[in-house]
């Protein structure tokens, strides 16, 4: 099971920090990945991270947001900084087995988080 949190209202330019709080098998998988869905939008990926720490990024996102994970406290981060309204979105991290440098897509998780709210105002 996973269970994000950390979401909530800032102001742009401002920062947040999500976590992920993963229990049982959840946090022995490889992938660890945030995706996000803003209203009326299709969910899309922000983030990975394989057990090791191998990242990559949305183009979006890239040298604003960094992934990490704590494998002794069985979890994952996402540090958002320099926020801008168009990061607006519930944001959801997701876990599978497979971690596959550079894949966007939906495919193969088996776990989800409930997902946490990020608003940001202009």
């Known amino acids: 099971q996973l269970q994000a949190s950390g979401g909530g209202l800032v102001l742009g330019g401002g920062s947040l920090r999500l976590s992920c709080a993963a229990s049982?098998?959840?946090?022995?998988?490889?992938?660890m990945t945030w995706f996000r869905q803003s209203p009326g939008k299709e969910r899309e990926f922000v983030a990975a991270i394989s057990w090791t720490g191998l990242s990559y990024y949305a183009d979006s996102v890239k040298d604003r947001f960094t992934i990490s994970r704590d494998n002794t406290k069985n979890t994952l981060f996402l540090q958002m900084n320099n926020l801008k309204p168009e990061d607006t979105a519930a944001y959801y991290c997701a876990a599978r087995d497979i971690f596959h440098f550079g894949d966007t897509r939906e495919n193969g998780y088996s776990y989800w988080g409930q997902g946490t709210l990020v608003t940001v105002s202009s």
């Open positions: 049982g098998r959840t946090f022995s998988v490889n992938a």
